[in-house]
């Protein structure tokens, strides 16, 4: 049997990302008509803990957790930890026009976030965080989600939204974070079922 843990998300993207950078692992979503918590931390570290300490206690399970974003370097940051709710729609797409809008042409490098958030049922921690650069650039390619299609990587010479998942999961924010959270000792305990 494949040892389980609950992935702390309503995000279905981020869901099908960490099943494929873990397969050997049960990954459980939460059901649609879960309340989240609301996420008043200050940085992706602050909210990835938020997000699974919470249900880690109340159902005395292992729980992950993923809190992740776009830094825009000339935007000083922006949308940084408030990328889910850049636009007042908050949808992916309103909020990559949003970032589009803003830059008014302007070149601009950023950065694509990803912290992950380890808790055990007694509430040991640890977090982890994936970054990757790229540029900002018009909107190409119908894979991914979120800011994937305006975010170009030099080294691949395509946005994140013109890469197929398993191109993604080589070396998306998302796979950095994971290949360091595997190599924690809490990640150890939670494989040996100790804690
Ligand atoms: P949960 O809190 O339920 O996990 P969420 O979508 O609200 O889901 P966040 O608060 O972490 O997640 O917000 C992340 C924002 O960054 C959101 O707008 C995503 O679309 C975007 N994002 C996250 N990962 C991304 C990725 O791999 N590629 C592109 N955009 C991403």
Redesign the pocket.
Known sequence: MKPKVLF????K??RD?LARLLPTIDVVMLDNDVI?PE?TGVTFEG?ALL?ARGFAQTREMWVL??????EVDALDGAPGVY??R?SSEGT?EA?RQKVLQTLNGTPSSAT?V?VMALVSPTGNQVTTRGQVRGTITTARGDY?????PI?YVDSLKKT?GEVTPEE?SRL???ALAVKQLIDTPLWRNFLNGTD
């Open positions: 702390a998300t309503q995000n993207h981020k990302e989240m996420e909210n997000k957790a993923d809190d992740s974003g776009l990328s889910a850049y992916d909020n694509m990803s991914g989600f979120g800011y994937d975010f994140f993604k998306s924010h998302r």
